[in-house]
């Protein structure tokens, strides 16, 4: 193992991201691993690039990246004013799955959240994540909300 890294991703780190993103049953359904990318991918990396309140994190080791999520800073009137940090996509590389390297990225993500100024760090994981739903309980998260969405 090299050493581990955790930065912000550069567009040529999209085909790994995709290809940990569809790497599941769910991610099957959804996502184009497909060569070349979708435009739609590279849109998608833009439009979060360009926003300050965006980061959207790899792991590496050495030259292979082998994890990423997204954090999303959300301003809110609620709870006096409280900035929140909005993680998505948590994702490590299948064959390196086991080896702590989740635990290694959501807690550098909290710690960039408390560092950024959130006072409250929330996710949400798909209903028949669970594992997931262990993982998330393991850090202290509670299922406190009923998550809804719509497709459009």
């Known amino acids: 193992m090299n050493e581990i890294i955790i930065r912000r991703a550069e567009e040529a780190d999209l085909p790994a991201i995709v290809a940990m993103l569809a790497d599941d049953p769910l991610g099957r359904g959804r996502e184009d691993t497909s060569e070349p990318l979708a435009k739609a991918y590279r849109d998608a990396f833009a439009t979060v690039g360009a926003d300050p309140n965006q980061f959207l994190a790899v792991m590496t080791?050495?030259?292979?990246?082998?994890?990423?999520?997204?954090?999303?800073?959300?301003?809110?009137?609620?709870?006096?004013?409280?900035?929140?940090?909005?993680?998505?996509?948590?994702?490590?590389?299948?064959?390196r799955r086991g080896e702590r390297l989740g635990q290694c990225l959501l807690e550098w993500a909290i710690e960039e959240c408390r560092r950024h100024g959130c006072r409250i760090v929330q996710l949400t994981t798909n209903k028949s994540r669970l594992?997931?739903?262990?993982?998330?309980?393991?850090?202290?998260?509670?299922?406190s909300h009923i998550g809804y969405k719509l497709e459009l």
Request: aromatic share 10%; hydrophobic share 40%.
């Open 61 to 95: 080791d050495g030259d292979r990246v082998i994890g990423t999520l997204q954090i999303t800073y959300l301003a809110g009137l609620s709870l006096q004013g409280a900035l929140r940090g909005q993680i998505e996509a948590v994702r490590i590389a299948d064959d």
């Open 131 to 143: 594992d997931a739903h262990r993982f998330y309980d393991r850090f202290g998260f509670k299922a």
